[in-house]
């Protein structure tokens, strides 16, 4: 993922909807892609970089909502293109996991990587 921040955690495509509440109000997005760090986002308007939020999306056949505090890492804009094949968004840092969310994710990724 050329000139995306790179993490060293594996990502894997998910693309649940999502909902993004900051100090501008609530949004609705979806993500594309997701590690134990973070997410990356299709939302309208793209929020800027260090922006927080409490994000929130759910797991497949879980019904209990991951809720996380996250702050926006970097973008990926019309005008400022970084990764051409993802939509336009930008990546979310995951700023206080939980320990039992973590583990949901990181089962999650573990389970859809391909290596």
């Known amino acids: ?6 993490t060293g955690f594996i990502r894997v495509p998910y693309e649940p909807p999502c ?9 609705e997005g979806r993500l594309c892609n997701i590690s134990v760090k973070g997410v990356y986002v299709t939302v309208d308007p793209i929020p800027d970089v260090g922006d927080l939020f409490r994000l929130s999306f759910n797991l497949p056949d879980d019904e209990k909502p ?3 505090e ?5 973008r990926n804009t019309e005008r400022d293109r970084k990764v051409l094949r993802l939509p336009l968004g930008c990546g979310l840092h ?22």
Do not use: C
């Not at 909902?19 to 949004?27: C, E, F, P, S, W």
């Not at 089962?107 to 859809?112: E, Y």
């Open 70 to 74: 996250a702050e926006v890492a970097w």
């Open 1 to 6: 993922m050329l000139n995306q921040p790179y």
């Open 94 to 115: 995951f700023l206080n996991l939980g320990a039992h969310d973590y583990e949901r994710i990181a089962s999650f990724v573990d389970t859809h990587r391909q290596d």
């Open 19 to 27: 909902r993004l509440a900051g100090k501008k109000g609530a949004q």
């Open 66 to 68: 991951v809720e996380v």
